[in-house]
């Protein structure tokens, strides 16, 4: 079956000033896919979200969102995605299920949030005001967020950034349901597990440029065909796995 493009980016460029942190890149996000922009802090990657989210202006290049030119127009665009608040972005005074009602209202959709706040392991905190939450749960709130007005795209930019690594696996099973029910994921990170965990296929993003692009089994695989080994020998575990053995895989923050 031939993929259908749902994001179309062309010799996108940003500048700030004289600085010109994308510098012409171009990609193309699939329909139905968890796609990936990875790259180190100051690589580009919140710049490049926002300009297709419609947050911020473009210097140069062209975004097509699911048919829709981001030139002219913006607004239904803006329609079919979701995305990511920060924490400023939440009411002080409303507790979840006011913030989720709030929402609703302003996209004039009907969603339970009892529902919604429950597939997002969030049911106890119904009341809860969104400071009060762990950072877990404040990220997991946020994707639910993202959610309400059914968008085809959802954009998370460094959703498990400061997350311990139970909070971390649980955001990731999320993402992938999210994904299961049909919705393309667009996401950013610095984990290079969390992108071999999640993502169908990824951007390298340096200094403004892509450097590769490709699924994370091809370009493990382009590097090992390349004459590379580890240094030190793979063992069939890691620390990582340890900690989760010890621990177990269950959230701590509730
Ligand atoms: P990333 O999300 O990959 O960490 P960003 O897109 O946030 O990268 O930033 C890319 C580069 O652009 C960085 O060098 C950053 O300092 C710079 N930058 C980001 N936003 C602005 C801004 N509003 N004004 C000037 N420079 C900015
Ligand atoms: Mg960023």
Redesign the pocket.
């Known amino acids: 079956m031939e993929k259908r493009k749902i994001i179309e980016v062309k010799d996108l460029v ?1 500048q ?2 004289d ?1 010109t ?2 510098k012409g890149i171009s990609f193309d996000v699939y329909e139905h896919e968890i796609f990936g ?1 990875l ?12 300009i297709i989210e419609t947050l911020r202006d473009k210097t140069s290049g062209t975004v097509i969102v699911d048919g829709y030119d981001l030139d002219k127009d913006p607004e239904s665009i803006k329609k079919l995605i979701g995305v990511q608040l920060q924490s400023s972005g939440y009411y002080p005074g409303l507790n979840l299920t006011e913030l989720i009602e709030l929402f609703c209202g302003l996209y004039n959709q009907e969603v339970d949030p009892k529902e919604l706040l429950a597939s997002f392991n969030l049911e106890d905190k119904a009341k809860a005001k969104y400071k009060e939450l762990s950072g877990g749960q404040k990220q997991r709130f946020s994707i639910a967020t993202t959610l309400i007005n059914k968008p085809k795209i959802i954009f998370l ?2 959703p498990t950034t400061g997350l311990d690594p139970q909070a971390r696996r649980n955001l990731w099973d999320l993402i992938q349901e999210v994904r299961a029910k049909g919705t393309t994921v667009v996401i ?1 990170t610095h984990y290079m597990d969390e992108a071999e965990f999640l993502c169908d296929r990824c951007a390298i ?1 340096d200094s ?1 440029r892509i450097i590769a692009l490709e699924s994370p089994d091809t370009l493990i695989d382009q590097l090992v065909a390349g004459g590379f080994e580890r240094k030190k020998e793979v063992k069939k575990a890691n620390l990582e796995d340890v900690f989760i053995h010890m621990t177990g895989k269950g959230l701590r923050e509730d």
Do not use: M, Q, R
Not at 39 to 50: H, R, V
């Open positions: 940003k700030y000033g600085f942190a994308v922009l790259g180190p802090n100051g690589a580009g990657k919140s710049t490049t979200l926002e930019d460094e950013t993003v403004g």
